[in-house]
């Protein structure tokens, strides 16, 4: 049975200037299932609420559609019963503030954006979450470090129970191997003392934390929620848990890799090495003079091109009690630059106040022997001249490489381990969301995810804990984690007509699809981050969710009245991504930036989820061009959905065949990728764009 439709226009936030509201609703009244069209002058206000919450309980409304501001603003205003169906179609930042006031083709934009909203109500449902038998709350922590040993006690303060592995016989990593640690509050004067006896006896003590040291993970199957998790510690034991922490940590890099600094000659050490000699043997005399070389390995495109970000603090560490130890010794430190983020500048500093320890920049020339001495050369220093040290020892200041996690054994097809970027830190989009990995439920801290000390590993490993328990919670509702957090749909197959291609099994970025031995996809519900990449790789449309489908968007692509050839208005539809491009257009009109009124713009929930069939049915409907917005794909990408906008550009090969078959100019479809900021860029993508159609000609299919 048809559900009812109320429409409310907004007239206020100069809506009413730029637009004949009297003339949408009429609009919207001659629509099918249109019970009431109400307009207002602030719809976002207790009156204007009101109205709409009324019409809900006295006329039986069932599906709302609001004509005002961007979805993207007000949700905590227009926040309706979970039964009614909500659609909000922006006519405030990307008609009336964009757009000239009071201009037929102002209007007609107007208009056609309220038909989209009408036909995409009348063609989806309220997502009826999925909520899985048996959720775990338990959460499981792989490594014992400092970042899994703080990710534990934080989540068992929060009331789960953790489960903490740790493959070695004993907790604590590589804090064991430590004299003392950096410090890390004010005055930045005195080192700190080890923490890690402390942390292990509050871990110890803990009863919602089960420690397994000597531990390994067999396997890890199933989903958020409902993770089974295989472990060997002389016998086999399964547990179940809802989420995981992976903070397996890392190893210093290779210094068997730098012969050309010294490394493999007698007094040659690296900081790991150093370190380890002095927490072993504090009463040693140490040498007269000892060199660090800073940036031993990293920052060099030979070896590691990044910086670790930990090696400049613990060089000042080391010479800080190099010469509490043995103050008669000289420490001289060689540098590219020293990089002591945050607060640590002070430690720098006060550091910088002993007048026996030399810093100087510069690139170390050649190493030698000279009896029981190293000497040193230096070149491209401050001063501008080449130096030569006479020193008895040498600490490389190695960085680290974080280890790897096929140790996790997941039982996913697309492989044991979590995804890793270049240098095998843990793949992310690691601005937006540090913490996820492409496993939903499966959490990265500390240096597996990116250089970091111990005070940023602490920190790391709390926010990842708290994505861990986040996810079980959502969970529980049947709701989807980051980014697009609390939404309830959940993607449904209709196997009857699968060809089982396995598209959807290889392109989804989360390792949401299992598959039969035919290549039949098995979603794991839980996985899925509704981002909808699947449905768009879906040759077959038999893939969709409630609210967002195949024919829900064809169903708005088909609305709009297409002007004929002679009337000179082009029609251009953009998908555009709902993470960055649609709220870089939102800022755009909130700036009053001015853009091409021939632009329909529908939101995606990311550009990879659109199918062809949209491009060949916008097509065939008579638009004279196709804009798809995504986000900016590569090395340092900002796709919410790991890579949807790369997927966009490998596809791009089969709209070219569909344009071929209809016989149709390449032209007709472009591809732009933005950053959110990049809102001053996009009118000029869309007028540059308009520009071009408007070249070309007609879509041939007009009228058609």
């Not at 009053?592 to 989820?609: A, D, E, T, W």
Request: with cysteine; net charge negative; glycine share 8%.
């Amino acid at each position: 049975m048809n559900k009812k439709v109320g429409v409310y226009i907004c007239s206020g936030c100069e809506i009413g200037k730029a637009l004949d509201t009297e003339k949408l609703c009429q609009l919207a009244s001659s629509e099918q299932n249109v019970a009431v069209c109400k307009s207002h002058k602030s719809l976002c206000s207790i009156e204007g609420f009101d109205i709409i919450n009324n019409d809900i309980q006295n006329e039986e409304i069932e599906k709302v559609v609001i004509a005002a501001c961007s979805p993207r603003a007000k949700t905590e205003v227009f926040d309706f019963p979970e039964n009614i169906l909500l659609e909000r179609t922006n006519i405030r930042e990307q008609v009336a503030w964009c757009m000239e006031p009071g201009e037929e083709d102002t209007q007609m934009a107007a208009e056609d954006y309220l038909r989209m909203a009408i036909t995409k109500v009348n063609n989806i449902n309220v997502p009826t979450p999925f909520i899985a038998d048996k959720i775990s709350s338990d959460i499981l922590v792989v490594g014992g470090g400092i970042t899994g040993i703080t990710a534990a006690l934080n989540g068992a303060r929060t009331g789960y129970k953790v489960h903490l592995i740790e493959k070695e016989e004993k907790l604590g990593g590589w804090l064991n191997k430590l004299y003392k640690q950096i410090p890390s509050s004010a005055p930045y004067n005195q080192l700190k003392e080890i923490e890690i006896k402390e942390k292990i006896a509050e871990i110890e003590s803990n009863e919602l934390i089960e420690v397994h040291t000597s531990t390994i993970i067999k396997e890890i199957s199933g989903q958020p929620g409902q993770f089974q998790v295989s472990l060997l510690n002389g016998s086999a034991e399964t547990i179940t848990v809802g989420s995981i922490v992976t903070a397996t940590g890392w190893q210093p890099y290779d210094a068997n890799k730098l012969p050309h600094l010294g490394y493999g000659k007698p007094n040659v050490l690296t900081n790991v090495e150093f370190e380890e000699f002095v927490k072993n043997n504090p009463k040693a005399e140490l040498p007269k003079n000892i060199l660090f070389i800073q940036c031993a390995g990293s920052r060099d495109k030979d070896h590691l091109p990044y910086c670790s970000g930990f090696c400049c603090g613990t060089s000042l560490k080391q010479a800080t009690y190099i010469r509490e130890l043995s103050p008669e010794s000289n420490v001289f430190i060689v540098y590219k630059d020293i990089r002591t983020l945050g607060l640590y500048e002070e430690f720098y500093k006060e550091v910088q106040k002993d007048d026996q320890i030399f810093f100087t920049k510069g690139e170390i020339q050649e190493i030698t022997e000279e009896g029981s001495n190293l000497k040193v050369g230096v070149k491209d220093t401050l001063i501008g001249d080449d130096i030569s040290l006479q020193v008895d020892m040498i600490v490389l200041a190695t960085g680290m490489v974080p280890n790897g996690t096929e140790d996790l054994n997941l039982k996913y097809r697309l492989g044991k381990g979590l995804p890793e970027l270049k240098y095998n830190f843990s793949d992310s989009h690691f601005i937006c969301f540090p913490y996820e990995t492409r496993r939903t439920g499966i959490y990265a801290a500390g240096s597996l995810r990116a250089p970091m000390d111990i005070a940023s590993s602490k920190d790391d490993a709390a926010g990842a804990m708290l994505k861990a328990i986040q996810t079980i919670e959502a969970t529980k509702r049947g709701e989807a984690v980051h980014p697009r957090s609390g939404d309830k749909s959940y993607v449904d197959l209709y196997f009857d007509r699968c060809t089982d291609c396995k598209r959807c099994t290889e392109e989804c970025p989360f390792g949401a699809y299992d598959e039969n031995e035919k290549g039949t996809p098995i979603p794991n519900l839980n996985r899925c981050r509704r981002c909808g990449i699947c449905l768009g790789s879906c040759p077959e449309r038999v893939i969709g969710f409630a609210d967002y489908s195949i024919n829900s968007i064809s169903s708005m692509i088909k609305s709009i009245d297409i002007p004929d050839e002679f009337e000179e208005k082009p029609r251009i539809l953009a998908f555009v991504c709902e993470n960055d491009a649609y709220p870089a257009l939102d800022m755009a009109g909130q700036k009053g930036l001015k853009y091409s009124p021939y632009v329909r713009i529908i939101p995606v929930r990311c550009i990879g989820s659109v199918n062809k069939v949209w491009i060949s049915d916008a097509l065939s409907k008579g638009y004279d061009g196709i804009l798809q917005i995504g986000c900016k794909p590569g090395d340092d990408y900002q796709c919410h959905f790991i890579h949807g906008s790369e997927l966009t550009q490998t596809r791009g090969e089969n709209i070219q065949e569909t344009l071929e078959t209809m016989m149709l100019e390449p032209e007709r479809i472009r591809t732009e990728f933005i950053e959110i900021t990049d809102y001053d860029k996009i009118p000029q993508i869309i007028n540059d764009y308009v520009e071009e159609i408007e070249l070309i000609g007609p879509n041939p299919f007009k009228d058609m």
